[in-house]
């Protein structure tokens, strides 16, 4: 059988964020399994989502790498950095020297609203600015205008609230972050003194945190504003209200915020709930206004509360739009993938065919791109569990690759020959040091290396 000394297991992990490593651990705490398990990732840089994700004045909530590097560092685990699915190492060659392939590669896109002036000079999505504020080497040619003295951020989920906070933060308090340079320096210049926060539901359905909305209120020089109508509640949401404690406590928070009579700080952050984006206005090319249509909410014959719009509109200047509305999985070279709802479709962790139903015998998936852009970091956890028990209990009854194809150095020899300059763990320890000590020197958690051929020549000069 598989897992045994005479057949350890091989098993690939397809990136390496916080659902990767979850999905490692707990394949290493399985008694009486013989493994061997290798990590492969686009960029030098693992952790996924904590280092490029978790807004740079979260801290706390990044020590989770902690975890991650004593799996990392267990000899029956290997990574492989700067190495890209489909491009650098293909499904089929995998599928040669793996006996169970996992994809932990999260929901990389961002939804689309679908209203016109979406494309505009000065709209974006979130994932964008989070991106370009948090060292990803994808968005570090994007150049932001924040020249105009409002920005609009749409959406009011955890997300929505990071650049929220992001764009009226004190710089000074950024820089005590591991924040990019770049950023900093641009947030250093921003003429941005408000932002707008728009929730096409009520404040009963906001999809954030309690943590994260109360931290608005503590947040120096800034106003967190609400309008108290906008908290006025249908009764179907006083309903729902009663057997929700997280919305309650939101609701609660909001309240205290349109309670407040005075507003020193010199930066706003204003909640409107009850309101649909339907237009971005723009002058020669670039973002101007937003106009926003009133809603009210209805039930679905689900028993859901639905928005509706009500036919009365607004407009309001301004220079900057961030959706924050969802985001969406990619597809993968060889791998199924659901053009609805933008997972790879699988059953308990089993990878399916999209319309067939019929098993990718060894395949599964964890995390975003197995239930969709939901929970937290640590809801990736009991998620990883859960396919991880699939995975043992297929064991007993999957043919396994071929004896001759089972060195884990056979795979070492492909990456050679096609991606020269792969990184290792102790590669990316020396860039991980290197950033660490930057960071010393300006009192800063790390200052990040945000280009790959720089985090590259970092790791060769180390």
Not at 101 to 118: F, N, S, T, W
Not at 138 to 152: C, N
Not at 324 to 333: A, Q
Request: with cysteine.
């Amino acid at each position: 059988m598989l897992g045994t000394e005479a057949r350890p297991l091989r098993i690939a992990i397809i990136g390496a964020g916080p659902a990767g490593f979850y999905t490692a651990e707990a394949l290493l705490k399985q008694k009486d399994l013989v493994c061997s398990i290798d990590f492969f990732n686009r960029f030098p840089t693992p952790f996924g989502l904590v280092r490029e994700g978790v807004a740079p004045d979260h801290q706390s909530i990044k020590a989770v790498t902690r975890i991650y590097d004593r799996i990392a560092q267990n000899p029956q685990v290997r990574y492989f950095g700067n190495i890209t699915f489909g491009t650098d190492i293909h499904h089929e060659t995998l599928k040669r020297f793996y006996d169970q392939i996992v994809y932990a590669v999260g929901a990389q896109a961002d939804r689309r609203m679908g209203i016109a002036g979406e494309d505009l000079n000065g709209s974006f999505p979130a994932t964008a600015f989070v991106g370009w504020y948090n060292g990803h080497p994808d968005y570090q040619d994007m150049e932001f205008d924040l020249s105009h003295p409002r920005a609009v951020v749409i959406g009011n989920g955890n997300v929505a609230i990071d650049v929220a906070r992001i764009l009226v933060s004190s710089p000074d308090e950024l820089a005590k972050t591991d924040i990019a340079d770049t950023a900093l320096a641009k947030l250093r210049e921003s003429k941005v003194r408000e932002v707008v926060m728009l929730g096409r539901r009520g404040p009963a359905q906001a999809a954030f945190t309690n943590a994260e909305i109360k931290e608005l209120g503590v947040l120096e020089d800034v106003n967190p504003i609400v309008d108290s109508a906008d908290l006025e509640l249908d009764e179907h949401s006083v309903i729902a209200l009663a057997e929700d404690k997280v919305a309650t406590k939101n609701v609660d928070t909001l309240r205290s915020f349109a309670a407040r009579t005075e507003h020193n700080g010199t930066r706003n952050i204003r909640l409107r709930f009850l309101v649909s984006p339907m237009e971005i206005l723009g002058h020669g090319g670039k973002v101007t206004a937003v106009t926003v249509e009133k809603n009210h909410l209805v039930m679905d014959e689900n028993g859901g509360l639905r928005a509706r719009g009500t036919g009365t509109f607004e407009t309001f200047d301004a220079g900057l739009v961030l959706r924050s509305v969802g985001y969406r999985g990619v597809p993968l070279e060889g791998v199924p993938f659901d053009e609805i709802s933008y997972k790879i479709p699988n059953i308990a962790g089993r990878v399916i065919h999209a319309t067939s139903g019929d098993p990718h015998e060894g395949e599964y998936v964890v995390g975003w791109a197995k239930r969709g852009p939901t929970g937290v970091i640590g809801t990736n956890k009991p998620d990883a569990v859960s396919t991880v028990v699939s995975m043992m209990e297929d064991r007993a009854h999957l043919p396994g690759i071929a004896d001759e194809n089972r060195n884990p150095a056979l795979i070492e020899t492909i990456l050679k020959e096609r991606k020269p300059d792969y990184v290792t763990y102790s590669d990316w320890k020396v860039l991980d040091t290197h950033e660490i000590t930057r960071g010393q020197k300006q009192d800063r958690p790390r200052v990040k290396v945000t280009r790959v051929p720089e985090m590259l020549t970092v790791i060769n000069e180390g």
